[in-house]
């Protein structure tokens, strides 16, 4: 009897992680096509870090926008490949302009200095931010534009449709929709776990000019949790309106980790952002999703046997179907996934102990 009250707690947390995700999934966070209301001036503020040869496919993307009232701001370092491609660029089409930086080894360091830089020069009166490795299709702008002010927020934020290219990746990055969309109402998230989720996946964010100078650009600055915590009366004073929607295919979608071990280190680093910094949590959830189906399988009634694993694996089927990947291939890779999110965790604690973690050639720990 005193198992089954142990063990019981591990149902009741998979039950309730499936009706997270059901509500996600009913409300269906997608970008609708609504009538612009005003031809509102935006500024597309790109920050490119990571020496992205491939910047150009977004820079086309971007010209044939159906909507074109806006400016393009580029400011990183780059290759000197890229950068003579982003100069030939820019010289056809004066919407666009390059701001070159220097290379310094600090990745988050790069993230906040470029974001501080491409606002202080943006002349928008709404801010698109978007990363080099994001593609997009030729209404976005005008959809995203005409969603705000459809439904009045101060704060769009996307997480874009994620490209599989690699079984590595197919094992490692569904975690984060998983973790995302399993732990998170989407409809309902806190401020600063919105500031936590561009921190990890700043691949497009749309906001007004105001509400990111008068807010989010100080918040953004100490994103760390016990800082924003520290600011948690002013964060609950302040009204706002914001949502976060994902990607579909035939609108938003990108590839963040083409690299094997490049997959491997990002999602370690990102999960532990989606967990707001909470690194307990992060291995308590680990520990708890592994050792769960074992605990339930020895100690538990059919009945309530049943109830934990339909939870899990719908939760799991409805993540699939949300992210628009492979269901069969989401349910075959189920137990690997899991493994692998297990040791995900314990070579982030390790990494961390060592205080080293590198992502796309740098060290981000």
């Known amino acids: 009897m005193i198992s089954f009250y142990v063990v019981l707690p591990f149902v009741l947390f998979a039950c309730v992680r499936f009706f997270v995700v059901l509500f996600n999934y009913l409300s269906q966070p997608y970008l609708q096509s609504f009538p612009v209301k005003t031809q509102t001036f935006i500024s ?84 698109l931010f978007i990363d080099p490795s994001a593609r997009i299709t030729k209404n976005v702008i005008e959809n995203s534009i005409s969603y705000i002010q459809y439904k009045k927020l101060d704060l769009l934020l996307f997480f874009p ?94 590839r963040m980790y083409p690299n094997p071990a490049d997959a491997i280190n990002g999602v370690s680093e990102n999960i532990f952002q989606l967990f707001s910094q909470n690194h307990y949590f992060m291995i308590g959830l680990a520990a708890f999703t592994t050792i769960g189906p074992i605990l339930v399988l020895t100690f538990l009634p059919f009945p309530m046997i049943f109830v934990y694993f339909f939870s899990v694996l719908m939760a799991r089927i409805l993540v699939a179907d949300l992210s628009k990947h492979s269901i069969i291939k989401t349910v075959l890779l189920f137990p690997v996934q899991q493994i692998a999110f297990l040791l995900m965790v314990i070579k982030w604690e390790r990494n961390q102990k060592k205080v080293k973690l590198i992502w796309k050639g740098r060290k981000i720990i």
């Open 44 to 127: 597309v503020l790109i920050p490119a870090l990571n020496k992205e040869n491939n910047i150009l496919d977004l820079l086309s993307n971007l010209q044939v926008q159906s909507y074109s009232h806006f400016e393009v701001i580029i400011y990183g370092f780059l290759t000197d490949s890229a950068k003579q491609t982003v100069k030939n660029f820019v010289q056809s089409d004066k919407r666009f302009q390059i701001v070159y930086c220097e290379e310094t080894s600090d990745e988050r360091l790069n993230k906040n200095k470029a974001c501080q830089e491409l606002a202080n020069r943006a002349k928008g009166e709404y801010f």
């Open 161 to 254: 449709y994620q490209i599989l290219g690699s079984l590595a990746e197919a094992i490692s990055v569904p975690f984060m929709q998983w973790v995302l969309l399993s732990l998170n109402p989407l409809k309902f998230m806190s401020l600063r776990k919105l500031i936590l989720l561009f921190d990890t996946n700043s691949q497009m964010i749309l906001l007004s000019a105001d509400f990111f100078r008068d807010h989010f650009q100080e918040m953004l600055q100490n994103k760390s949790w016990k800082k924003i915590k520290t600011n948690q009366k002013k964060i609950k004073r302040l009204k706002f309106k914001a949502e976060v929607l994902l990607g579909l295919p035939s609108d938003i979608r990108c």
